[in-house]
Nanobody, 120 residues
Framework: QVKVVESGGGLVEPGGSLTLSCTASGDILEITYMGWYRQGVGNHHDPVARITSKGGPALADSVKGRFTISRDNEKNTVYLQMNSLKPEDTAVYLC??????????????WGQGTQVTVSS
């Protein structure tokens, strides 16, 4: 069993910054991808960023130049540094981890989500 837990959300003014963290724990041999989606108005799940175990990042066009994703493999933790936040970044941010267990097949595990609200 694997647990994924996010932290770091909150209320911030436009132009401000927040850092989200996400840690996976449990039966983990390897984590291939870790990343973030967000669920905003209309309940769309939109990809935000992901990163491989070797550190190769990929970001959505809407956040390029403002958000940075990084990863600590020893801690099974991924970070999302969000700068120059805009009201349209308001959403629930959901973390996921693609986990290879000690035995069995790779599966994707999701956290509960953390709310980010950008408002003055």
């Amino acid at each position: 069993q694997v647990k994924v837990v996010e932290s770091g959300g909150g209320l911030v003014e436009p132009g401000g910054s927040l850092t989200l963290s996400c840690t996976a724990s449990g039966d983990i041999l390897e984590i291939t991808y870790m990343g973030w989606y967000r669920q905003g108005v209309g309940n769309h799940h939109d990809p935000v960023a992901r990163i491989t175990s070797k550190g190769g990042p990929a970001l959505a066009d809407s956040v390029k130049g403002r958000f940075t994703i990084s990863r600590d493999n020893e801690k099974n933790t991924v970070y999302l540094q969000m700068n120059s936040l805009k009201p349209e970044d308001t959403a629930v941010y959901l973390c996921y981890a693609d986990v290879v267990p000690q035995e069995g097949d790779q599966s994707t595990y999701w956290g509960q989500g953390t709310q980010v609200t950008v408002s003055s």
